[in-house]
Structures are given as C-alpha cells and as structure tokens.
C-alpha cells in the first residue's frame, strides 16, 4: 500500500451524493423497486465491494484518445460466480457514462444507486451459476473533485493508483480486496504510446494510426491492485533470480538516467526471496511515472513510484533503496496474501516496513533495533490518534485514504519485532515464509496470522497479540524493559 517518505499535504476525499450523481452518468432505465447501493459491511469502507457473487475475471478493453484529459472508450467484460440467487447485481462504477449493460449476451436494464451501477438482468440469476457481465462505458481521467485517485495524469499519458476505493473510478467492478480475479487487458492507443499493465504480454497488434497491448495476469489481483500505463515510455527488460522476467516502465528520456536504480531490483528480489520464499508471481518491475502522487504504491507486478524520487538528490541512496524494498516487498504481504478486510491492513503495512528496515539494517547499516525504540516511544501517540494496528479508527469522513496512518506502518513493523523478541528469530523466520506459502494468491486475517503464529509455536499467543493488535496503550518491549513512551516530536514525522 502507499509509501509515503514526504510530509505532503494531501486532497481530502470527500463522499458526496450529489456531487457523484453530477459525475456519473446513467440511463436511467431500471423498473420497479428503486435500486439501493450495496456493500458486504467492510468496518473502514462499508459500502465497498457487493454480495451475492463472487468474480472470476475481469476483461478491461481501454481506447486511449491520445489526450489525458478525455474520457477513454472502454469495456469491462466480468465473469462471475453467483452466490445468492439475484434480481440485480450492484457493480461498484462511479465516474463515467453507461451505454449499455448485457448480461449473458442479452442487454439488461441499469441505472446508478451511489457509487453502484445496479443491473438488472432480463431473467432472475440462480445461485451457484456462472454469468457474464459486459458493460460498455466511458472511463473519465478527469479528476473527482474531493476525490483521490483512480487514474492519474503523468506529463505524457496516465497510470492508475486504485488503493483503497478507487478502482471502481475507472472500470464496474466488486472494488473489495476480499474478490481477487484475474485480469486480462487490452489497451489501444496511437502508435507514438505504448501500454503496459499488470502481468505478462500477451500480444501486439498495430492497424493504421494505433496499436492495441494485451496483457495477462497469471495470478488473481484485487482491484485496488490493477495497473495500466499508457505514455511515451521506454520498457526495459532484464533477468531476476531463476530467469524471472523484470520489465520496467520509465519515460523514454530518462531511461538512462534511471538505469542504475532500474539495475538493483533483481538483487532485491535475490534478497527478499532469501527471507520469505520464491517470488509469487509471474513478473515484477517499477513504474516510474513523471507524477506528482505524493506516495509509491505496490501494484500488482508493476510498483508505481514518482519518477522525481529518482532524479532529484533529495535523499540518500540507501533511503530510496529501502522504499524501493517496501514496495516489493507487498508483492509478498497484500499482494498475493491480500487483506479479508481493510482492518487487517496492518498485515500489509507493517511486513512491508519490517523489510524496508531489515534491509536497511542489513544493507546501510542502518540498525532495526534504533528504529523499533523510536517507534515504540511514539507507538502510544499514534494509537491515540489513529488507533491501534488492527483496528485503525475509520476515516475521517472525505478522506478515505486516511486508514493509512503510523499505526499502520511503522507501529505494525513494532508488533512484528515485539513477536520477534517473544518468540525468537528462528521461530519468527519460520513463520513468515509460511505464512506466504499458505495464504498465497488468497485472503487472510488477523485471526490466521495469530493461529498460525500459535501453531508453530506450541503456545497460545492470542493474548499477546491482543494486547499487541489492539490496545490502547503500548505492551511493555520483551528484552527491552527500560523502553518507554516518549513526548512528541517538536516537528512531524515525515512518514505517513
């Protein structure tokens, strides 16, 4: 998820009806009962994510018009399981214009409810019964005023940044981690752009003024995961550890500027992969977009990162050398082992900055052990004022992102060390490469990282976990008994 390593002020995101219902467009063609959005009750993002079926796929056909401030022409094709008898099926859609809906190749009805484009097919759906959706749309780059995210304007072109809620800004789809599918794309664009998204090539077409860029994901992804790129971008390929393919996507005049940093991830992979297993998925690589996000984010085989963070001399090598770890690292922890809800962010968060600060103990010196006193003496002050790592106070209402607190990151990585003191480093290692070989391309919970912890141990640790995951105070440090909750910093901290 978002890493953050400037204090940048941020827009707020506001939810507001009558402001979304001016964005989106619908045909107002629905009968009947007046369609209601859903959600399946996420505590952080309640309305999130729709019951009664489970997805499959997801085919996204985007026609790029050459201008980044144009809606693009798209269709989302979903394969779906039901799992309740429907009447309707709620998609999460909330910024572009509706044509036309079909479901199983016969048109359906639709109109908008909130953030949800509700169908109703021509027939009732039964339970247990394969059905395909396909809604034909725009997708609006335009910014959502109040809102963050979705697609993101570059100097050349667009990326996406979904995380949390923002995927269904761009493509109808179940925008909730807990459905993983997997992915195909299709981007066209004219010819002087190339497309790259998530997962592996699977075909180039060029027909007169365009080229149209398929790619697939072997792996299942959450929405919040998907990735496209479209600029005047250079690809450049290379091997990692057991012949992976690593492909990175810079804007064609920095490629070589950005060369040596682009150089260092198949050693990261090689260093990651000594600590938690294998690599999990097809193929990685880094985005570096000429943006301004405020924050690097760990889509799915392709991290975005803010090109400026490369080649301006603001911070030290070792410094971007670890954010960059932070990002790979979620490859492992939220990407194929992804969250059952939004409160088990910490799951994500907290392993991506325990590597991001191993590495940095391990590569520059940089000692863990400093790192986790002075998250403990701020531990308490940040479970006041965000709660504590697995029960993060909801969002402030307009500023949905806000769930991404210290709490979250550096206070989660100090529950990992105080499992570490309390269990040993054996014990700790054994546990963290099994529980990306049990969860993977799956979801899972605090519940499962606690049980499975208790497992390997022989001991029964809930206690410690709770006071750990969601006290209101900090536990006292195991073989640290002289660490102590310190007053605040006269400046903030420049995490978020």
Known sequence: MPHNPRPRPRPSLRRNAALLASVVSFCLLAAGAPAEPLGIGDRLYPHLGNPGYDVVSYDLDLTYPGSNDKPLRAVTTIDARTTAPLDRVNLDFAHGTVESVDVD???AR???AGEDLVVTPDRPLARAARTRITVRHTSDPGAVKGRDGGWVRTSDGLVMANQADAAHLVFPCNDHPSDKAVFTFRITAPNAYTAVANGLPAGVERSGPSTTWTYRSRHPLATELAQVSIG????VHRQGP???PVRDVVPSADREALEPWLARTPDQITWMEGKVGRFPFETYGVLMAQASTGFELETQTLSLFEKDLFTQAT???????SVMVHELSHQWFGDSVSPRTWSDVWLNEGHATWYEALYSEERAGRPMENRMKAAYGASDRWRASGGPPALPKP??????IDIFRPSVYDGAALVLYALRQEIG???FERLERIWVQEHRDSNAATADFVRLASDLTGRDLSGFFRAWLYGEKTPPMPGHPDWKPTAAPAKPAGRR
């Open 395 to 400: 969002p402030v209402p307009g500023q949905k």
């Open 425 to 427: 480093r054996p014990a």
């Open 110 to 112: 639709f109109t908008g």
């Open 315 to 321: 911070y030290p090598k070792w410094y971007l050398e």
């Open 242 to 244: 057991h012949g992976l």
């Open 105 to 107: 190749g016969r048109p």
């Open 232 to 235: 005047r971008s250079a690809v």
